[in-house]
């Protein structure tokens, strides 16, 4: 079964640089379908509306059918176009030509954003963003932007998740490192190292936590605080290394030695993610970071999975 990877996130001011698009460059299929609701299990994303991406642009695929008062949204393809032109300015072309599919979701003031694998081949993703949470699309301003937090995290998971990183056809009898639900982690991927570096003692006591018992997992957080770079991150494996990558992306290099300080500082002996991170930062759309404003970000963040805020 393939899997949803969610973020979700207080709603903050959103921003872009480049020119307003117009509504005419989106590219239309000769027809377009009307397709059933689809809906978010885990945090009630609604889906509007289905794009192919193909190069730098988006086909309309489909209209979702969606409650009447998500139609406005619907009808809003200028926006659909600024979201996906904020994407692609704020991320190099190398770095997305896995996301194939890019739909626009409503939240419901639960989930700024998801990826799954089109396939369980995980070399083709679908991304989905929630339009309620875009904001103005003017500017790319890391320093403050839910928004930009959110595709960067979602990016991290497409980035850690892939078949590059992971072998989907390989079974949890014959899986040497450790199971994931997309598949088992090749030994030099990026998250076994994160997982030999800070989950192997813990991931028994972890697997034992719903993923919606708030309590539990913020008790979780609390005893091993010094391994993660946010509550959230303590949710699983997964989620662990995507908020690491984000922490890599937005925050100066650390000079500690705590185990979470420890992941961090494993990415950059990763050539192609320091690659990545520096292309992000300097950016001629984005405006410079300012740490006191990521800490506030990651805060609010926190505040919004009913997790423990950081301290």
């Given at each position: 079964?393939?899997?949803?990877?969610?973020?979700?996130?207080?709603?903050l001011?959103?921003?872009?640089?480049?020119?307003a698009?117009?509504?005419?460059?989106?590219?239309?299929e000769?027809?377009?379908?009307v397709?059933?609701?689809?809906q978010?299990?885990?945090?009630s994303?609604?889906?509007?509306?289905?794009?192919?991406?193909?190069g730098?642009?988006?086909?309309?695929?489909?209209?979702?059918?969606?409650?009447?008062?998500?139609?406005?949204?619907?009808?809003?393809?200028?926006?659909?176009?600024?979201?996906?032109?904020?994407?692609?300015?704020?991320?190099?072309?190398?770095?997305?030509?896995?996301?194939?599919?890019?739909?626009?979701?409503y939240?419901?003031?639960?989930?700024?954003?998801?990826?799954?694998?089109?396939s369980?081949?995980?070399n083709?993703?679908?991304?989905a963003?929630?339009?309620?949470y875009?904001?103005?699309?003017?500017?790319i301003?890391?320093?403050n932007?839910?928004?930009?937090?959110?595709v960067?995290?979602?990016?991290?998971?497409?980035?850690?998740?892939?078949?590059?990183?992971?072998?989907?056809?390989?079974?949890?009898?014959?899986?040497?490192?450790?199971?994931?639900?997309?598949?088992?982690p090749r030994?030099?991927?990026?998250?076994?190292?994160?997982?030999?570096?800070?989950?192997?003692?813990?991931?028994?006591?972890?697997t034992?936590?719903?993923a919606?018992?708030?309590?539990?997992?913020?008790?979780?957080?609390?005893?091993?605080?010094?391994?993660?770079?946010?509550?959230?991150?303590a949710t699983?494996v997964?989620?662990?290394?995507a908020?690491?990558?984000?922490?890599?992306?937005?925050?100066s290099?650390?000079?500690?030695?705590?185990i979470?300080?420890?992941?961090?500082?494993?990415?950059y002996t990763e050539?192609?993610l320091?690659?990545?991170?520096?292309?992000?930062?300097?950016?001629?759309s984005?405006?410079?970071?300012?740490?006191?404003?990521?800490?506030?970000?990651?805060?609010?963040f926190?505040?919004?999975?009913?997790k423990?805020?950081?301290?």
């Amino acid at each position: 079964m393939t899997s949803k990877r969610l973020l979700a996130i207080t709603l903050l001011s959103v921003a872009l640089v480049n020119g307003a698009c117009k509504k005419e460059e989106i590219i239309r299929e000769s027809a377009t379908s009307v397709q059933t609701l689809e809906q978010n299990n885990l945090a009630s994303a609604i889906s509007i509306t289905k794009y192919k991406v193909v190069g730098e642009s988006l086909i309309k695929v489909a209209n979702y059918k969606v409650p009447d008062s998500l139609v406005k949204y619907q009808n809003d393809e200028y926006t659909h176009q600024k979201m996906w032109q904020y994407f692609t300015t704020l991320i190099p072309a190398e770095y997305r030509t896995r996301i194939k599919q890019f739909d626009i979701v409503y939240g419901n003031q639960k989930v700024t954003g998801y990826v799954s694998p089109l396939s369980n081949k995980l070399n083709e993703w679908k991304l989905a963003l929630a339009i309620e949470y875009s904001g103005d699309l003017n500017k790319i301003n890391l320093r403050n932007q839910g928004f930009a937090y959110t595709v960067i995290h979602e990016l991290g998971h497409v980035l850690t998740l892939n078949e590059e990183q992971l072998d989907p056809s390989t079974s949890s009898e014959n899986c040497k490192t450790f199971r994931l639900s997309e598949g088992c982690p090749r030994d030099k991927s990026y998250i076994f190292n994160q997982y030999k570096l800070g989950w192997t003692d813990i991931l028994a006591e972890n697997t034992l936590i719903s993923a919606d018992d708030d309590d539990a997992l913020a008790g979780f957080y609390n005893k091993y605080q010094d391994r993660f770079v946010t509550p959230y991150a303590a949710t699983n494996v997964v989620e662990d290394i995507a908020e690491t990558f984000t922490s890599f992306v937005l925050y100066s290099k650390p000079n500690g030695n705590t185990i979470r300080e420890q992941k961090v500082k494993l990415m950059y002996t990763e050539p192609a993610l320091v690659e990545l991170r520096n292309s992000i930062r300097t950016n001629p759309s984005v405006l410079a970071l300012t740490p006191a404003k990521i800490l506030q970000l990651s805060k609010e963040f926190a505040n919004s999975r009913g997790k423990v805020i950081i301290e």
